[in-house]
């Protein structure tokens, strides 16, 4: 059973960097694939990056370019760097993990806020 604890979220102006991350522990983490979404007050929740345990990474094109996922299977750590933020990216980031072929939502944290200043 993996645990997932998300950070890094915060307040910043728009145009600006954020850099979320995940702490990953219970089991081994390097087997899962992983997995970083956002949910905006009143809307579904939406994938925004996955990468799967041999460090392959998919990214949607509604973020592609300003959304990076990496992993650090030595610490335990997912994280998420964002570029040039914008007031629609506000929203609860949430890391997911997942062990089977299907895009990662097994576990989950509890988010982290992220909310972008115009």
């Known amino acids: 059973h993996e645990q997932l604890a998300e950070s890094g979220g915060g307040l910043v102006q728009a145009g600006g960097p954020l850099r979320p991350s995940c702490a990953a522990s219970g089991t081994i983490f390097s087997i899962y694939s992983m997995a970083w979404y956002c949910q905006a007050s009143g809307k579904e929740r939406e994938l925004v990056s996955t990468?799967?345990?041999?460090?392959?990474?998919y990214v949607p094109d509604s973020v592609k370019g300003r959304f990076t996922i990496s992993r650090d299977n030595a610490k335990n750590t997912l994280t998420l760097k964002v570029n040039s933020l914008k007031p629609e990216d506000t929203a609860m980031y949430y890391c997911?993990?997942?062990?089977?072929?299907?895009?990662?939502?097994?576990?989950w944290g509890q988010g982290t806020q992220v909310t972008v200043s115009s």
């Open positions: 990468i799967s345990s041999g460090g392959r990474t």
């Open positions: 997911a993990a997942g062990s089977g072929p299907t895009i990662p939502s097994d576990y």
